[in-house]
């Protein structure tokens, strides 16, 4: 394959009387050519169809390995993707998790040991020294549009007042306690406030489980927070327990001066919106505090009542239960 037409031109002449000389036959140079000619044109031929049959292969193979790389490179990306969610669901659960256990720190530093030989409180105190034994525990859990006042309400509660007028937006999930005895019982609430996440209404399922109660908080000075109560009431009966109680609480009562106007919310709506629910209502100043206490007391109570007569029924079903296992007894 390396002989050119020149370099065949050139050899002709001498590799013709080389024949002539050997065989003693007469071949006919030019013939030999055109044989040589026709051979190399023929391989030429077929070496082109190769050539155009290999180059055909290699863009086939290397649309296969673009096709390889796009479908690995997209299974990656989701991959990546699904790796970032899974991050971000877990450091969220670790600054939920950081958040319970620095406030379970401090309730377990400022409460002294229980000690069961302690005279019994009276009924009504409003113990919040943690000298007691804690005998009920309560979750609660904060909902409503978000500047209505959610945070500084639960801080003002758990912190006091100055805790509730410093600035500090909510940032990851909240987790507040706070020991309160209503009807000689004392009890510890755990309250959860949204860390943020009611701006884009995106408050989970889990965020009610298991809550015994729930605060439904709105701005008395701002109408359009106190007309999304029945949104957030939708999603409370959608995901809350049935036995959970709902307090609507109008916050903000310290605003006297634009109680008065147009976009404020009168006592009375509140109420009867709420009756509406058969929830309990109530309105606040989170900023002074005024009317905090009582609300709460009255939620507590509610809550008593209600984990009470679930006790009483389940002893009921108990006896009753027990009651038909005798009776099968004796008469067989
Ligand atoms: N005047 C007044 N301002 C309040 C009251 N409660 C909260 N605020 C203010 O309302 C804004 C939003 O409060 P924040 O607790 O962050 O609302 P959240 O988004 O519902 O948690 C803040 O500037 C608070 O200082 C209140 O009772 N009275
Ligand atoms: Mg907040």
């Avoid at 900023?287 to 029924?313: L, N």
Wanted: with cysteine; glycine share 6%; charged share 25%.
């Amino acid at each position: 394959m390396s002989s050119t037409g020149e370099e065949i031109a050139a050899t002709a002449e001498p590799g013709a009387s080389a024949l002539a000389s050997q065989d003693g036959v007469q071949s006919n140079p030019a013939d030999q050519l055109v044989e040589e000619n026709e051979s190399l044109q023929a391989r030429l031929t077929t070496t082109n169809a190769e050539l155009v049959h290999s180059s055909a292969r290699l863009r086939e193979v290397e649309h296969q390995l673009e096709e390889q790389e796009k479908i690995y490179s997209e299974a990656a990306a989701d991959q990546q993707k699904d790796y970032i969610a899974q991050c971000d669901s877990l450091k969220a659960d670790i600054a939920s998790l950081t958040s319970q256990l620095t406030h379970l720190k401090n309730e377990l530093s400022s409460a002294p040991v229980t000690d069961d030989n302690r005279p019994a409180t009276p009924a009504g105190t409003n113990v919040t020294d943690g000298l007691q034994k804690i005998q009920r525990v309560f979750k609660v859990v904060l909902v409503g549009d978000s500047g209505v006042g959610k945070t500084t309400f639960i801080r003002h509660l758990c912190l006091g007042q100055e805790a509730a007028n410093a600035t500090s937006s909510t940032v990851g999930v909240d987790f507040y306690t706070k020991l309160m005895t209503v009807q000689g019982q004392c009890t510890s609430l755990k309250i959860w406030d949204t860390a943020g996440t009611e701006r884009f209404r995106s408050i989970t399922k889990s965020y009610f489980r298991d809550a015994n109660g729930v605060l439904l908080v709105y701005d008395v000075t701002a109408v359009k927070s106190f007309s999304h109560v029945r949104q957030w009431m939708g999603d409370i009966l959608e995901n809350a327990d049935d036995h959970v109680v709902v307090m609507v609480l109008g916050n903000k009562t310290d605003v006297v001066a634009e109680r008065l106007e147009d976009d404020s919310v009168l006592t009375n709506h509140g109420r009867t919106l709420a009756d509406s629910y058969r929830s309990l209502f109530a309105e606040v100043s989170a900023k002074t505090g005024a009317g905090i206490a009582d609300a709460m007391a009255m939620m507590i109570r509610a809550m008593q009542d209600v984990e009470d007569e679930q006790i009483r029924r389940t002893r009921l079903a108990v006896d009753v239960d027990n009651e038909g296992k005798s009776g099968s007894r004796s008469c067989c």
